[in-house]
T-cell receptor
Framework: RKEVEQDPGPFNVPEGATVAFNCTYSNSASQSFFWYRQDCRKEPKLLMSVYSSGNEDGRFTAQLNRASQYISLLIRDSKLSDSATYLCVVILEYGNKLVFGAGTILRVKS | GAVVSQHPSRVICKSGTSVKIECRSLDFQATTMFWYRQFPKQSLMLMATSNEGSKATYEQGVEKDKFLINHASLTLSTLTVTSAHPEDSSFYIC???????????FGPGTRLTVL
């Protein structure tokens, strides 16, 4: 079983739509959680950290469910520029090792 | 702030040659640097963790004699792919972390193609 699993998509949505991605992780001792964004042939960039109480940054909302070991990302009012691959990332209880999911592709179309 | 550069951005080489990739933290001192590899449509996989002045720690399945890592200073780490073969063709990305924040800052990546 992969340590971090994501639906690869692609999610094809129109501009203005709301879209949600889920991610599951296998290690219950995982401590830190993030969503990264990766554009084609570019490096990943931190989108937001995910906190236990849930957190929001503009149009983006992240949720963490420790009991079910899943993380979600909600994007409201999708923009064309949101088109990218969204990577779910987990840090285990020890060290600073980032464990990446394979990513979910989002395509926002006009 | 927190800029990480990589050089070269792209390299094409013949099978059997060695390729060196540099990773530099431009405006901060990186206590730890990480090297990742990403094959098409796959996730980033950590290859090794590098601390300045000490030997790198390699992930399971990564050959330390094939992927040589040198972290000579707090701003520079190098990855040398020795005797590269076509199956080593991939996107190699480094990241750097300061001792102050836990966030890793990623370099722009190096696309290696071995013919």
């Amino acid at each position: 079983r992969k340590e971090v699993e994501q639906d690869p998509g692609p999610f094809n949505v129109p501009e203005g739509a709301t879209v949600a991605f889920n991610c599951t992780y296998s290690n219950s001792a995982s401590q830190s959680f993030f969503w990264y964004r990766q554009d084609c042939r570019k490096e990943p960039k931190l989108l937001m950290s995910v906190y236990s109480s849930g957190n929001e940054d503009g149009r983006f909302t992240a949720q963490l469910n420790r009991a079910s070991q899943y993380i979600s990302l909600l994007i409201r009012d999708s923009k064309l520029s949101d088109s990218a691959t969204y990577l779910c990332v987990v840090i285990l209880e020890y060290g600073n090792k980032l464990v990446f999911g394979a990513g979910t592709i989002l395509r926002v179309k006009s | 702030g927190a800029v990480v550069s990589q050089h070269p951005s792209r390299v094409i080489c013949k099978s059997g040659t060695s390729v060196k990739i540099e990773c530099r933290s431009l405006d901060f001192q990186a206590t730890t640097m990480f090297w990742y590899r990403q094959f098409p449509k796959q996730s980033l996989m950590l290859m090794a963790t590098s601390n300045e002045g000490s030997k790198a720690t390699y992930e399971q399945g990564v050959e330390k004699d094939k992927f040589l890592i040198n972290h000579a200073s707090l701003t520079l780490s190098t990855l040398t792919v020795t005797s590269a073969h076509p199956e080593d063709s991939s996107f190699y990305i480094c990241s750097a972390m300061t001792g102050i924040y836990n966030e890793q800052f990623f370099g722009p990546g190096t696309r290696l193609t071995v013919l």
